[in-house]
């Protein structure tokens, strides 16, 4: 099967240099989208990305999305969307990833100039965006020459579509993609987002759900303005005292939601899925690295990835109004809003878990008989996201795995949301992959980002691989 | 009685324009000692001060307080000490007050210039300082004015404390004047401060209490860095879930303590102190317009004072290391630290306070059963202070407010504290008075801060009234 791979292999090798070469120059752009300051180099870099593509003989346009919601000065950078191909009998698979990058400031702590890549002697590549996500970007691009340099076929036609507001809510892009699902994307046979990690450090993963997100706040308001709790102390009542009440009705401390009825919108786990678990390369080591403490909820790691990728979560994230500074302030407020929110799986539908969530803040807030006003509400809100891991889209993506890293990756769901996956799905009506390229301990919005040298250049691999086996599957 | 007074009065009143130019020049020097840039204005007022005194022949010392802490690149503004008289025969009688103000920029909401003294055709004198400290400060100068003009006889010694810190803590005020108990201060048969306000807008008080201070911060802990609750949400034990509970079990909706053992600390109220609160000037009018709402605890005026001034009363103020910010963030805060403080009455004292609420508070954490890490802690406590105001020093005050006001004053305490006045209490061992001269809506510390020209000329009458009756009273 995929009989040319070897010779694509045989030139990512041997063009790895150029391809470091080529990540060292997108790094050296801060293309940082939350900084107004550096939105010109945000489109420079979008530029950079058309220019690499048009040089290679793709088809590319730099699509404007418009002003920027709330801050109309500013033009949001362009979608790049590019085309490699055009034949009627190849499969056409749309790949994402953005270009723009988390702020970085050497004095945040890093270890090098976030601006410059910087590669160690343990092969670790540092420089903001390496690993999210111009490195799987850039894998595409690397992809695409090193079929041509090797003489190989290209399996399929490819359609990019390359953001740079990720890192800033994706604004515009929806609606882009909604759009284009019926014009640019229209041939799509399947979807791939590379935009996420592997679980650890060693082995590739398949991501194939997403958790949602229901974000609350709860305002309880009382006096017409802050008090000083010398004179008011004991004749007024305190919102701060109703609110921490509410709020310590939500969750326990092993992570309990208390909602009544929340747990009855949870898909049952089934006999099957829970031997999933035990095969996934994790332990609770892993965990205790991440979380930088032994302060886990479970002591297993079966129940831990169910309790991140198939069970809801309710966090408390703080209190707006009340005094958060260092020090001391003898402050009575008088409107404080607390915020929640809740991971959602399926089959939790947004407005049944409001109902819910209203229902109970509603009911723990009449208890108190307080004569404050409250005001629970959502801030936003988006959907769980599961895909069917059987589908040939990720049986190929197994095989490539299969072949470039000699083992089966693990199948995998994410704690977290990337909305823009849903989105393709809804609007292509195909089949999405999460095909990450870097590991877990990548540092992703983080000090000293790195994406390792191997991810990097046996990604490359991947993603070619990838496509190889798209062609060669069956339908299904 | 005080034969000579209606000759001081009616100096007073002849004199009243220059008074309030003397108020004019005062608030003109934006003395904010919590501004470092404003720091030359600090002592650009304490000198006009010095100079005021030295012109009606006081004997004035500038003394130096040294580096301010924690920032040694600034001089703490000079405590201006005056001596007027010095007739053995005479009682001695200290008055403290203060020359620094709060900040005040105009874009905060003032209605005019904060720093130009802007009169209305209600007689409301408005500017930052105007009643809090100024006006009181400069009325015992022209008290001395008056007397001169007047050509009557001074009738005490007068010793005077005037510091430029007040608004930041008083840095280095504490330490002086206990060295100076026995120095400057060492003839003082009484003390009167001037720094508070009416309850209400028509009846002076005397204030013979103040309530003290227990502030602490529980701080509670897991995670080494805040996590990403998508991806740790429902697998890590959250400080933030503890915090609101532990918090939630300090106090009820209607102020009820629910430390055990703390109620038990509280001096029981007499019969006879009962009797006291129907008669003070007060209504929840009052009370729901300062609240700017109707949410009181209690729906009667005897209750509420007695709430607010001889019960001690549990406030939340926050949460540091929360999200705390406008708009959506999904942490989960690593460490987070709740602040609370507890206003304490006779007869709690602070060691014992403390004792119950380390008990309860690492108590319901226990409840909890959470790996995360506890420590509660004292920021810092300030004692309540309970004068008699049967001493002869209530009494001349008492006296003059019938003269000057026509009316018995109602003898009150605060809920808040005055640090300086426990202070001088334990520093010179002599009894404390507390003589406001504004009212209960000259708004101190907020914007549009205003005293009523009515206030300033019958207090300026008043403060000399008092010398006058104290120096006709038998000793007690």
Redesign the interface.
């Known amino acids: 099967m995929a009989p040319q791979l070897d010779s694509y292999f045989k030139q990512v090798d041997g063009l790895s240099d150029n391809f470091i070469d080529r990540l060292r120059k997108a790094v050296a752009i801060p293309s940082i989208s939350a900084d107004d300051e550096r939105r010109p180099d945000v489109v420079k870099m979008g530029k950079f990305l058309a220019s690499e593509l048009r040089a290679l003989g793709a088809h590319v346009e730099e699509r404007p999305l418009g002003k920027q919601p709330h801050k109309e000065h500013l033009e949001l950078p362009p979608v790049i969307v590019a085309r490699y191909g055009n034949d009627k009998n190849k499969r056409t698979i749309l790949v994402y990833g953005h270009y723009d990058v988390q702020p970085a400031n050497k004095e945040d702590g890093w270890a090098t100039e976030p601006f410059e890549l910087s590669i160690d002697d343990k092969g670790r590549m540092f420089g903001r965006g390496s690993t999210d996500d111009k490195g799987p970007v850039l894998g595409w691009i690397n992809c695409i020459e090193a079929h041509l340099k090797a003489g190989v076929d290209f399996p399929v036609n490819l359609l990019m579509c390359f953001e740079g507001m990720e890192e800033y809510g994706s604004e515009g892009l929806d609606d882009f993609i909604t759009a284009e699902a019926k014009g640019f994307f229209k041939d799509a046979d399947a979807v791939c987002i590379s935009d996420n990690y592997w679980l650890g450090t060693e082995k590739p993963c398949l991501t194939y759900g997403l ?1 949602g ?1 229901n ?1 609350y706040s709860i305002a309880i308001s ?4 802050d ?12 919102p ?3 609110i ?2 509410v ?2 009705s939500l ?5 309990n939601i208390q909602i009544p009825g929340l747990k009855d919108l949870v898909a049952p786990v089934t006999e099957e899925e829970k031997s999933l678990y035990g095969d996934i390369s994790y332990t609770m080591d892993n ?1 205790y690295e ?9 002591e297993d790691k079966e129940r ?1 990835l169910m ?2 990728w198939r ?10 109004g ?13 409107k404080v809003v607390g ?1 929640f ?1 809740i ?1 959602t799986v399926p089959n939790m539908q947004i407005d049944e878990v409001n109902e819910l969530v209203y229902k109970h803040v509603k009911a723990e807030f009449a208890k ?5 006003t409250l005001d629970v509400s959502l ?2 809100a988006g959907m769980w996201w599961v895909a069917s891991p059987k589908h040939w889209n990720f049986s190929a993506a197994g095989k490539a795995v299969e072949k470039v890293w000699g083992v089966k990756p693990d199948l995998t769901r ?4 990337i909305p823009v996956t849903l989105t393709f799905e809804q609007a292509t009506g195909k089949n999405v992959l999460l095909l990450p390229m870097g590991s877990s301990t990548d540092a992703a919005h983080s000090i000293n980002e790195k994406l390792d040298k191997r991810n990097y250049i046996e990604g490359i691999k991947l993603q070619g691989a990838y496509l190889h086996y798209v062609a060669e599957e069956p339908l299904s």
Chains 1, 2 share one sequence.
């Open positions: 958790r997100c974000y009382g006096p017409g303005q008090l000083h709790s010398g004179v008011f102390g004991g004749s007024a009542q305190e701060m005292t109703d921490v009440r709020m310590g969750v326990d401390t092993d992570g965990l991440s979380l930088g403490s032994k302060t886990s909820i479970f831990t309790a991140r069970f809801p979560s309710l966090s408390l994230h703080g209190i707006e009340a005094f958060s500074a260092a020090g001391a302030k003898t402050v009575i407020p008088a915020k929110s991971r108190l008989k307080s004569k404050n801030q936003h994410e704690g977290g949301s």
